[in-house]
Nanobody, 126 residues
Framework: QVQLVESGGGLVQAGGSLRLSCTASGRTFSMYAMGWFRQAPGKEREFVAAISWSGRSTYYADSVKGRFTISRDNDKMTVYLQMNSLKPEDTAVYYC???????????????????WGQGTQVTVSP
């Protein structure tokens, strides 16, 4: 099991940037692909971005492609989400999680992830 803690959320104006961090406890972090998801009020949780266990492969939702960048530092047991050109529709609670299978491929559906963090709020004002 991996425990995950997200940080870096906040209030930002449209067009601004934020960097989210997700720090893991447990020495198995580097074995798993990681993902970021978000959930806006009244909406279902949706996929945002994912990165392979090695960091060599990444995948993005169309809504964030070209604006968000996912990366990881396995030595620091941390995965990042750099968010640029933020829009009001990016407002949500952002969660990180790991895929269920060690050394597995990148996944985009939330049922393939476990060990969810508590989330960090991102609010983008117009």
């Amino acid at each position: 099991q991996v425990q995950l803690v997200e940080s870096g959320g906040g209030l930002v104006q449209a067009g601004g940037s934020l960097r989210l961090s997700c720090t893991a406890s447990g020495r198995t972090f580097s074995m798993y692909a990681m993902g970021w998801f978000r959930q806006a009020p009244g909406k279902e949780r949706e996929f945002v971005a994912a990165i392979s266990w090695s960091g060599r492969s990444t995948y993005y939702a169309d809504s964030v492609k070209g604006r968000f960048t996912i990366s990881r530092d396995n030595d620091k047991m941390t995965v990042y989400l750099q968010m640029n050109s933020l829009k009001p529709e990016d407002t949500a609670v952002y969660y990180c999680a790991r895929v269920t299978t060690a050394y597995g491929v990148v996944r985009t559906t939330d049922y393939e992830y476990v060990d969810w963090g508590q989330g960090t709020q991102v609010t983008v004002s117009p």
